[in-house]
């Protein structure tokens, strides 16, 4: 290389220095994202976590951090004081939220717990049979679970003195020990949360019964995507991307429920994976397997059926009061109906 060559080519290997970090890469380009789930690590959250090892994430240009939860209930708060960008939470916490502040309730997007798994649960031996029988108990759970938010509603439905039962607090991981030793005779919870974590300690399905919400009057939804208004109103691309990947995992985890149990392995090694495995299983029979998905697919909702919902909680919890379906759930992230699951099993 002569010497002008040379310094015209040192020229412009500096300039090109200076220049390239303008170029802004894919990876560089990523909107980070926070994400509180419903709970600790367990086998239902697989699809998200398949999502985010399968680069579906990063295909919609999102880097997205997911912290454990502390109840469903607790998610939707979080989202709303600006803690997180998106939750995964109690639509019907969402429901309340919005009726009391709605300036600054997050709206959902995609619900994927379609059928109620809220309940009451009580050793097998219990006396307890119905609702009434609950008057002069006393119950416990987690200041946060979503089935004791819901409570007063049940009582109203269910034609319960409210007033008549005794109500107490503990910490999440005492509430099936709690139980079968008779400090309380019946705990707030999910079905299969409760299930689950009783037969991690060794407690089997002879020995609880359930008194399930669904079963009084209070066929609600559940667990649903949901978001900042910011983030609606900001980076609407980022909500759609989202959404998308979330789906996709979904999809990918009806294929391959073992590959989306490892995915949570992957961040808790010491959950015992054929549990969580038949968790996930459940999760998908019990909580997420309405009917409806065969019409408008898992991730919509059908807005009389939501509106019965709001008008429930509005009416049993005396809200201020009465949220728009709009304002509590929106389908224009939604990926098109073809795209969502129909079909679970």
Same mark, same amino acid.
Do not use: H, W
């Given at each position: 290389m002569t010497s002008p060559a040379r310094s015209l080519f040192l020229a412009l290997?500096?300039?090109?220095?200076?220049?390239?970090?303008?170029?802004?890469?894919?990876a560089h380009a990523q909107t980070k994202l926070k994400m509180v789930l419903n709970w600790k690590y367990q086998g239902p959250q697989g699809m998200f976590f398949l999502a985010e090892d399968r680069g579906y994430f990063k295909k919609e240009g999102l880097e997205i951090t997911m912290d454990q939860g502390n109840g469903s209930g607790a998610a939707v708060p979080l989202v709303a004081n600006g803690t997180y960008d998106i939750g995964f939470g109690d639509i019907n916490a969402l429901i309340e939220l919005a009726a009391k502040r709605p300036e600054i309730a997050p709206v959902a997007v995609y619900v994927m717990f379609n059928q !109620?798994?809220?309940?009451?649960?009580v050793k097998s031996d219990s006396p307890i049979r119905s609702p009434k029988d609950l008057e002069g108990k006393t119950l416990g759970g987690a200041a946060n679970d979503g089935a004791l938010k819901l409570f007063p509603a049940?009582?109203?439905v269910a034609k319960i003195d409210c007033s008549k039962v005794k109500m107490t607090n503990f910490q999440p991981n005492l509430r099936e020990q709690m139980l079968m030793q008779g400090q309380v005779d019946g705990t707030f919870g999910y079905v299969n949360t409760i299930r689950f974590s009783a037969k991690l300690i060794g407690i089997g399905d002879d020995k609880i019964r359930y008194i399930k919400y669904g079963h009084y009057?209070?066929?609600?939804?559940?667990?649903?995507?949901?978001?900042?208004?910011?983030?609606v109103?900001?980076? !609407?691309?980022?909500?759609r991307g989202l959404i998308r990947a979330i789906n996709q995992g979904l999809l990918d985890s009806l294929k391959d429920l073992d590959g989306a149990v490892a995915a949570v392995a992957k961040r808790e090694p010491l959950i015992k994976t054929p549990v969580e495995r038949?968790?996930?299983?459940?999760?998908?029979e019990d909580e997420m397997n309405h009917p409806e998905i065969a019409k408008i697919g898992l991730g919509s909702?059908?807005?009389e059926r939501l509106k019965k919902s709001i008008d429930i909680l509005v009416e049993a919890n005396n809200l201020p009061r009465t949220p728009s379906i709009g304002e509590i759930f929106t389908a224009a992230f939604l990926p098109p109906a073809k795209d969502l699951p129909k079909k679970l099993f």
């Open positions: 290997t500096v300039v090109a220095g200076l220049t390239s970090p303008i170029i802004v890469s894919p !109620p798994p809220f309940t009451i649960a049940f009582c109203k009057g209070m066929d609600l939804y559940s667990n649903a995507i949901i978001v900042s208004r910011q983030l109103k900001e980076k !609407p691309e980022a909500v038949e968790r996930f299983v459940a999760t998908l909702v059908d807005p």
